[in-house]
């Protein structure tokens, strides 16, 4: 997996370097054509546009601030999709349970390291607050939604259904079931008011 991410980290950056006139174009169209060869593998989400980025501050558990490779000036404010934390940052709701402990695991994920960040294939590019919607691809080819998931710290999200509603609620119920993180002792009201109000039954 960490093969993959790397080929497909150097693909993404002599594309850009083409697109810029850096590289002769046909470098660019040559990587283009093998990222998408290796998109249709099942690790990585299935998208119309990636981007490399450096992840250089955690905000809370689902969203984190990168600077673009392409462009060092260029900042953005990821927001993950398909996963909610319990909130710590929140400016009208307190710390939730979990919260700390969600914001440090993904810390721990990728505070610091290069990522690929793949946008949704349909729906929005930008959240309510102008965040960037993105599935975010660590250095294991393994990707950060799905881990915060698996893991317990944090929710399937079906507030708003994407391509991968379907797996993210799977891998929540394998975490309940198995309590890690959160659901080993998360009582009904700690959970937030969407989830409690779309899957009454999610303890039972």
């Given amino acids: 997996m960490q093969n993959k991410f790397w080929l497909k980290l150097i693909l993404l950056v002599v594309g850009i370097a083409a697109t810029v006139g850096v590289l002769p174009a046909w470098l660019g169209l040559a990587s283009n054509v093998v990222i998408n060869e290796l998109d249709k593998l099942p690790v990585t989400p299935e998208t119309f546009d990636s981007r490399v980025a450096d992840v250089i501050r955690?905000?809370?558990?689902?969203?984190?601030?990168?600077?673009?490779?392409?462009?060092?000036?260029?900042?953005?404010?990821?927001?993950?999709?398909?996963?909610?934390?319990?909130?710590?940052?929140?400016?009208?709701?307190?710390?939730?349970?979990?919260?700390?402990?969600?914001?440090?695991?993904?810390?721990?994920?990728?505070?610091?390291?290069?990522?690929?960040?793949?946008?949704?294939?349909?729906?929005?590019e930008r959240g309510t607050y102008g965040r960037l919607l993105v599935y975010v691809e660590l250095p294991d080819g393994k990707v950060l939604n799905e881990v915060i998931i698996e893991n317990g710290f944090g929710y399937s999200y079906t507030k708003y259904p994407h391509e991968y509603t379907a797996r993210y609620n799977a891998l929540q119920l394998d975490a309940v079931n198995a309590k890690r993180g959160l659901w080993a002792t998360v009582k009904f009201n700690d959970l937030p008011g969407w989830l409690r109000k779309s899957n009454p039954d999610v303890l039972k």
Avoid at 82 to 102: K, M, N, R
């Fill in 58 to 124: 955690i905000v809370d558990g689902d969203t984190i601030e990168v600077v673009m490779v392409s462009d060092p000036h260029e900042t953005e404010l990821l927001r993950l999709l398909g996963v909610d934390t319990p909130e710590t940052v929140h400016p009208s709701l307190p710390i939730q349970f979990f919260g700390p402990e969600a914001t440090q695991f993904t810390k721990n994920m990728c505070l610091g390291v290069p990522v690929i960040l793949h946008l949704q294939k349909d729906g929005p």
